[in-house]
């Protein structure tokens, strides 16, 4: 089955009581406009979004019939949490790890990123206080650069600096 755009969102609709068959993603494959994947229930997915700027998003419907319904799930990661205490913090906070092009997300009055211990141990002697947690990274603030990855943000030359020079122990 091939998807190119969403047919609305779960949290928009009502779809009466059709089961749902979930789509599980990592909060990176989120904006990936190329992919193949399978659902929970075996169903062979392929998304071509061909419009720039089009993402998935958490309870996304990808399709629709009188049998089913095909929801977006974003997977639970772990995460660097932060609860900015002032408006000057959280602006702090957010062009710090901005000026570093680690993806970032605001959610509930907080700011999150992918886990990254030498991000977290940044953070930490710079007084923010961060906290790890398993959570779904769901809000994006959009930037000029799409975040990519396959599993770790190893690829930024800041993470490289730091995993060089961070202590071996762990």
Known sequence: MTISETLGNISDTAFGLKPIDYLDLEWFESTKRIQRKKTRQGEDIAIKFL?????????????????????????????????????????????????????????????LLPFEMPMYRWLEVSGFKPEKQSVKLLNLLKSN????????LGSTIFTKILKMAAPKDE
């Open 145 to 152: 650069v799409e975040p990519h990855g396959h599993g770790s």
């Open 51 to 111: 419009r720039e700027g089009q993402r998935l998003r958490e309870g996304d419907i990808l399709f629709e019939d009188e049998q089913k319904i095909i929801v977006v799930n974003i997977l639970e990661t772990e995460a660097i949490v932060i609860s900015p205490s002032s408006m000057l913090e959280i602006g702090t906070v957010c062009y710090e790890i901005g000026n570093k092009h680690i993806p970032l997300f605001i959610q509930q009055d907080k700011v």
